[in-house]
């Protein structure tokens, strides 16, 4: 039977190595079914996240020759040639502390994004059925396909190579504040949070988490770029400034002000740091 | 206990599950002013609701189509409807509330952020879906699932709550017959947690992994549904388990990826080895259904384009009757190589199908390297969601257990002998809703309960014996011969013969299981995990084969061969129960609650 060979990083946050195992190759076959194989068959301490082995939840984020990817998506039909020369390496998201193996601590998106309130639909719109025409929420929809694998997260040169988790919200949390910015109904301003601290201008346009994005999402032209472009707008635009002032702009006028929500409501509880041996 | 070290929180409310209905009862319970813990096996927003494609059903009556709307649907048609493809094994009460309740949730899901495709009007798009007379499934593209999970994440996060992630729970905490909280780990260390709570409510969703072919992660165990029964709950339609009729089969590295009924919905065809549409066999449309399904591939094409004046093909039927369908064909021996058969939507071009099944065009494409708009799928029945569970009342989602509520998939009494596609999502936000505001109630008229923790002695010998035993067995072989044993004799056809034959492969796999032994140590520990998923797993077998022989007749997911036909006279007004009686498990009859005249009259008039 054809095999493949996989070297699988195997440690904690202390340290850990890279251990190889021989798989058969099935049709169809992708890197999770490969590393269920070996928790099956060869050891059964191999810690992975999985969820719905259909690239639809997000949570087998992983790095498969030093790409960040969805193990369940990535085939091993696409690797056999890398795989002539060097045997498949996975490894975790580097951008996020190791907990075990594969398992990495992404508790930091959570938190983040607890900072972010939900729509607040404009008063007279409040507790009737929105009216809204397809063409408005086409774009929208793209950015709420989002399946928070945080692979855009993991490539982030700001959060990967200079680990700025304290200035800067990252690119899936850009996606979702466009969501609800360009919602044709949502009545929050969320400028002054996107500037502050969601630190979108640390993010100076490499693309980097697009080309990573499983759900094809254009984060940086569709999300980021016209979020920067809104946010100089009301910053930096004395024109519109005066306008709005005069009351002639009313597209912000009528938008609230963002009140912060109390961060404080939902926490995310982390285990009591003991290892249990 | 002594000994061990462990957490300890206290909340009014409990939540178990952090799928739709999890997270509804969260909302809910915060509204009416309690605090809130929510704990889930996953990370957040990672629960099975993220699989569900199709839509969810809610008679708003949005569509305006000239080729067929759904001007004219009501709660009643969605009643009746629900009844009828629940083969009248549903708990009437349930469904009422669920028909009339379901629209305002979807419109208040709309307020929460969850974006829907629109029509020409900018309402809300509906389309239609197997057993719904009307186009009544409000969806985003073929992810709605995603869109219903994430809307309310957001918005619990919003309204606030104590998230516990990757915690798994093993057992319900007792004063008495009352519920008083939850005893489990951290999945990442090992270390154990207490959670005192007022109220429980278990939202842990269904349990499919005791089968081979199934589209449940590794968390469909059934933990939420055994714990609720070890702590007396009386459990209901154990025997009815829903087999999603499209699984793939074919790449093996696809086997059990659904293919949404959405491509039926789109004009896909399903066709046996010779290429004929088999379900166009009058044999396949069963007597409730006849007059009103086209009866020509010709009249099917029709209604394509004209939904108005045409019937609907007969590949949108009722789920259990397309499963029996497909089963049929294969073992006439029109089965395809793989032993599947065909599902073919590429007559309908590449940009139909890329504009309205987007994610299933971008699945096959990437993942099996199939082009849906150029080839055919091949596919087989695959379990898919579990219609039993946790006998629930009606009004408050209680459970016959004091403290205790249940929604979602692990409850029972919506969905009878079979679910309706774009039922589940509506049930988990109507009765998510409803189990958080009864636990909310029951919470501000309780005091916490009394621990004696020495009930938790058992539980952590549990835990911990296949770490320190020195022999046994490994847990993923006595798993592996469980699905072997379930899928050969307890999956879609059953007989007494195959049954018995499951029965005493599940007992004596008990047995066995009562030594197991795992490697490592307690951190993240899949293998370790899997030790204590199996118990349940074999305990929850147990039960469904049980429910399964006594149920001697066929009726939606229950199929069998030794008894074909119907038994509306005792069957059809009974419901089984089971329950556990020291130790043993007791399977019990017991007859439907009686209909009330002005709901039997809406039936008579929907016809
Ligand atoms: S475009 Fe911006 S957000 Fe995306 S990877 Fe580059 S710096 Fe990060
Ligand atoms: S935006 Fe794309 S890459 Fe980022 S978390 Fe969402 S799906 Fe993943
Ligand atoms: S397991 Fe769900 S995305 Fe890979």
């Not at chain 1, 005069?246 to 404080?264: C, Y």
């Not at chain 2, 971008?362 to 091949?378: A, C, N, S, V, Y």
């Not at chain 2, 039922?423 to 009864?438: H, M, P, T, Y």
């Not at chain 2, 072989?477 to 018995?500: D, F, P, S, Y």
């Amino acid at each position: 039977m054809e095999t493949i060979t996989l070297s699988v990083f195997r440690g904690d946050a202390a340290g850990g190595v890279f251990q190889t195992y021989e798989v058969p190759v099935t049709p169809g076959m992708v890197i999770l079914d490969a590393i269920h194989y070996i928790q099956k068959n060869l050891d059964t301490t191999v810690a992975c996240r999985w969820n719905c082995k259909a690239a639809k939840c997000g949570s087998c984020s992983a790095e498969v020759n030093g790409k960040p990817r969805l193990m369940c998506k990535t085939r091993v039909e696409d690797l056999k040639e890398d795989a002539k020369k060097a045997p498949i390496r996975v490894m975790p998201m580097r951008a996020f502390p190791i907990i075990k193996d594969l398992v990495t601590d992404v508790s930091w998106n959570y938190r983040t994004a607890s900072k972010i309130p939900p729509l607040v639909p404009k008063a007279d719109a409040a507790g009737k059925p929105f009216v809204m025409q397809q063409v408005d929420v086409d774009r929208v929809q793209e950015f709420r396909k989002c399946i928070e694998c945080f692979l855009c997260q993991d490539v982030c040169h700001v959060i990967r190579e200079h680990d700025r988790k304290d200035a800067f919200f990252g690119p899936r949390q850009m996606v979702r504040i466009a969501a609800l910015e360009m919602h044709p109904i949502d009545d929050l301003n969320r400028r002054e949070q996107l500037d502050a601290e969601g630190g979108i201008g640390m993010c100076n346009i490499t693309k980097c988490c697009t080309e990573v994005c499983p759900e094809h999402i254009h984060i940086t032209d569709n999300a980021i770029i016209p979020l920067k472009e809104r946010v100089a707008d009301t910053y930096f635009d004395p024109l519109r400034g005066l306008l709005t002032k005069l009351g002639v702009m009313k597209r912000d006028a009528i938008k609230q002000p963002f009140e912060s929500v109390e961060s404080n409501l939902t926490k995310i509880v982390q285990p009591t740091p003991t290892a249990m041996k | 206990m002594a000994m061990e070290p462990y957490d300890t929180f206290e909340y009014d409310v409990l939540v178990v599950g952090a799928g739709g209905a999890g997270l509804r009862a969260v909302i809910a319970a915060r509204e009416a002013g309690c605090s809130v813990g929510v704990v889930c096996k996953s990370l957040l927003g990672k629960a099975h609701t993220v699989m569900a494609e199709g839509g969810v059903a809610a008679a708003l009556s949005n569509m305006r189509n000239p080729d067929g709307g759904s001007e004219g649907d009501s709660w009643k048609t969605h009643f009746a409807d629900t009844l009828k493809g629940g083969a009248y094994l549903n708990n009437w009460r349930t469904v009422e509330i669920f028909a009339k309740e379901a629209p305002e949730r979807v419109l208040e899901l709309e307020q929460y952020g969850a974006v829907f495709d629109r029509t020409p009007e900018g309402l809300i798009a509906q389309r239609p879906f197997g057993g719904h007379k009307y186009r009544r499934l409000n969806h985003v593209g073929d992810r709605t699932g995603l869109e219903l999970i994430r809307t309310m994440q957001d918005k619990a996060v919003g309204v606030g709550m104590n998230i516990h992630m990757e915690v798994t729970l093993t057992r319900l905490l007792m004063d008495g017959d009352r519920v008083i909280g939850a005893f489990g780990y951290y999945r990442e260390t090992g270390r154990f947690v207490i959670f005192k709570a007022k109220a429980v409510v278990l939202a842990t969703g269904g349990w499919g992994r005791m089968y081979m072919y199934t589209s449940n992660s590794w968390e469909g165990t059934g933990d939420g549904l055994m714990m609720g029964y070890e702590a007396g709950a009386e459990l209901l339609d154990m025997e009815m388990i829903q087999f999603h009729p499209t699984g793939m089969i074919w790449p093996p590295g696809m086997r059990g990826i659904l293919v949404t009924e959405g491509v039926r919905g789109e004009g896909g065809f399903l066709k046996n080895s010779k290429g004929e549409r088999f379900m166009f066999t009058p044999e396949y449309t069963p007597e409730r259904y006849k007059g009103q399904f086209a009866e020509t591939p010709e009249e099917g094409m029709k209604w394509l384009d004209d939904k108005k004046a045409n019937r609907r093909p007969p590949e949108l039927l009722p789920r259990d009757e397309v499963a029996r369908a497909i089963y049929k064909e294969i073992l006439a021996g029109r089965g395809t190589e793989h032993g599947g058969v065909y599902l073919d939507v590429s007559h309908r071009g590449a940009d139909y199908i890329k504009r309205k099944l987007p994610s299933m065009y971008e699945q096959f494409h990437e993942l099996g390297d199939i082009d849906i708009t150029k080839q055919p799928m091949e596919v087989f029945p695959t379990i898919h969601y579990t219609m039993g569970g946790i006998k629930t009342e009606p009004e408050t989602c209680s459970t016959t257990v004091k403290g205790l509520f249940a929604a979602g998939e692990v409850a029972a009494g919506l969905h009878g002998a079979n679910r309706l596609g774009g039922n589940s999502l509506s049930d988990i936000i109507v009765f998510g809703k409803r189990a958080g505001e009864g636990a909310a109630q029951f919470a501000l008229n309780h005091s916490h309960g009394t621990l004696d923790a020495a009930q938790l002695d058992d539980e952590i010998d549990l835990l911990l014996s296949p770490l320190e035993s020195t022999r046994g067995e490994n847990p993923y072989t006595v798993h592996t011969e469980l699905q072997e044993t379930m899928q050969k004799n307890a999956m879609i056809a059953r007989t007494e013969e195959g049954l018995k034959e499951a029965l005493a492969k599940v007992l004596e796999l008990q047995e066995r299981a009562v030594h197991l032994k795992v490697e490592g140590d307690r951190c993240y520990n899949p293998g370790w995990h899997a030790a204590r998923d199996v118990r349940f797993m074999l305990k929850a077998s147990e039960i469904i084969v049980r429910c399964a022989l006594d149920r001697k007749e066929s009726r939606g997911a229950q199929w069998r061969l030794d008894y074909p036909d119907k038994d509306d006279a005792y069957w059809g007004k009974h419901n089984l129960i089971a329950s556990d009686n020291g130790g043993e498990v007791k399977v019990e009859p017991r007859r439907l609650p009686e209909m009330p005249e002005e709901l039997k009259q809406v039936l008579a008039e929907q016809g």
